[in-house]
């Protein structure tokens, strides 16, 4: 008999697991800062875990507004004490998630500074859709330009430049 239903406990083990892990939380000091959506924390057992802002994509290097997004979200949380929500963990072992300096969420605060988009592939929510119609309807920061290209679209054509050189 508990051979038969072995693989539904299996099954059932992996989907307790994985929701365990999303609701993990980090407590611990911003040390680094890679871009407008990626940080660095150090926890207080001396571990660092990079975290990936859930829900937004912000401009990456090369594009306009990376470094003011970079410069705006170290002067948030650089060197202060942040709690992460952990949603997931990605492919490159990054916890996914949401970013809380006392009760504000720095998530939705690069979005309301134009500083980032909304990205509706990972997340659906009206508060950060709210948030993006903010900014661009007062033409903050990246939404002042005419074309702002969105992270997802330049780093597509950024691969199609790379495979069409190694040709």
Known sequence: MFKKHLPYLIIIFFLTCQHAIAQQKIFGKVVRISDGDTITILDSLNQQHRVRLHGIDSPEKGQDYFQVAKEYIGQLCFQREVEVSILKYDHYKRAIGKVYIDSTEVNVSMLKAGLAWHFLQFDKSEEYAQ????????????????????PWEFRKIKRQQQKLKAK
């Open 131 to 150: 948030a993006e119609e903010e900014a661009r309807l007062n033409k903050r920061n990246l939404w002042s330009l005419k074309t702002a290209q969105a």
